[in-house]
């Protein structure tokens, strides 16, 4: 998670680079390792809740998180469960 979100902080991707204040949108039931890079560079973490059976993050509440500051998503399998 640390390098998949050092990768998008280059500089290479321009205005496409978060930078700091940018939102980025994870699951709520995650570990620490994907959000603390968020919260370290200065981006700002937005949880959506989960769906309970696989932990990951409930799809049809993804888009009501989305806001002109969201920058990315970044999703861990949680607990090893696959996404649908």
């Given amino acids: ?3 998949a979100f050092n990768t998008l ?3 290479k991707l321009g ?3 978060i930078q ?3 939102e980025v949108i994870g699951v ?3 570990f ?3 959000v603390n890079p968020i919260i370290q ?3 700002i973490p937005v949880f959506v809740d989960v769906e309970l059976g696989t932990y990951n993050i409930d799809v049809t509440k993804l888009e009501a998180a989305i806001s ?3 920058k990315a998503i970044m999703l861990a399998h949680t607990l090893g469960n696959p996404y649908n």
Avoid: C, E, I, M
Wanted: charge should be positive.
């Fill in 1 to 3: 998670n640390l390098v």
């Fill in 32 to 34: 620490p390792t994907t």
């Fill in 9 to 11: 902080t280059s500089p």
């Fill in 41 to 43: 560079f200065g981006a």
């Fill in 68 to 70: 002109p500051k969201t």
């Fill in 20 to 22: 700091q204040g940018d």
């Fill in 28 to 30: 709520a039931a995650g």
């Fill in 15 to 17: 205005a496409r680079a």
